[in-house]
């Protein structure tokens, strides 16, 4: 088995989603190129880390890529076949990064469920934190969007690996359910401005 690499990991996506990835990255990348000359963009950069590419992959990618590797690929949880590209890849960059995030007290921390945090440029509310299974393993934060224009959508992250993500707000409402209705909680934070301001 050859050890992953961005480069090997970026050769098995298409072209349009090398585009996606260029911009969440902020990486000049000529459009007209072919897929190899993307993928080289890329490596000179040298901005991109293996393990923040691996955490912006969608599981089937996942799973595709570790196919394509010959690494195990059974399993239908992001943070398990991402956690085996990362050891395959060697064990520097397979422990999870240091949380440079800060929570709103200042310390760097965890979200829990109900809190309001950002990640990838939008606002989200934490449903649920799935604590990693053992030592080594990321925390799986489940979110549901609460911007405008993309409300309702759901999104797993593997919060050590997601970078930029921050609290920004923790909420003081207890979840009773595995589902929020983001129009309940909406309703309930435009209440509790609006009677702030009274």
Not at 92 to 117: H, K, M, R
Request: charged share 25%; proline share 5%; glycine share 4%.
């Amino acid at each position: 088995m050859t050890a992953p690499s961005t480069a090997s990991i970026l050769a098995l996506l298409t072209k349009p989603r090398l585009v996606d990835l260029a911009r969440t990255f902020d990486i000049a990348l000529p459009l007209s190129a072919t897929k190899e000359e993307q993928v080289a963009a890329f490596t000179r950069a040298g901005t991109l880390r293996f393990r923040s590419l691996v955490a912006q992959l969608q599981r089937d990618e996942l799973k595709a890529a570790c196919r394509a590797l010959a690494i195990d690929d059974s399993g239908r949880a992001r943070a398990e076949l991402a956690a085996r590209l990362l050891h395959a890849h060697g064990a520097t960059e397979s422990a999870p990064p240091p949380q440079l995030f800060n929570s709103v007290e200042g310390s760097a921390c965890l979200p829990t469920a109900g809190a309001i945090v950002s990640v990838r440029h939008r606002q989200w509310l934490v449903e649920n934190v799935v604590a990693p299974p053992k030592a080594g393993d990321l925390t799986v934060v489940k979110l549901v969007c609460l911007d405008d224009d993309n409300q309702d959508r759901a999104l797993d992250v593997l919060w050590e690996l997601e970078l930029g993500a921050k609290v920004t707000k923790l909420s003081r409402m207890v979840l009773a359910t595995s589902r929020v209705s983001i129009r309940r909680v909406t309703l309930r934070l435009t209440c509790t401005r609006s009677s702030g301001t009274a």
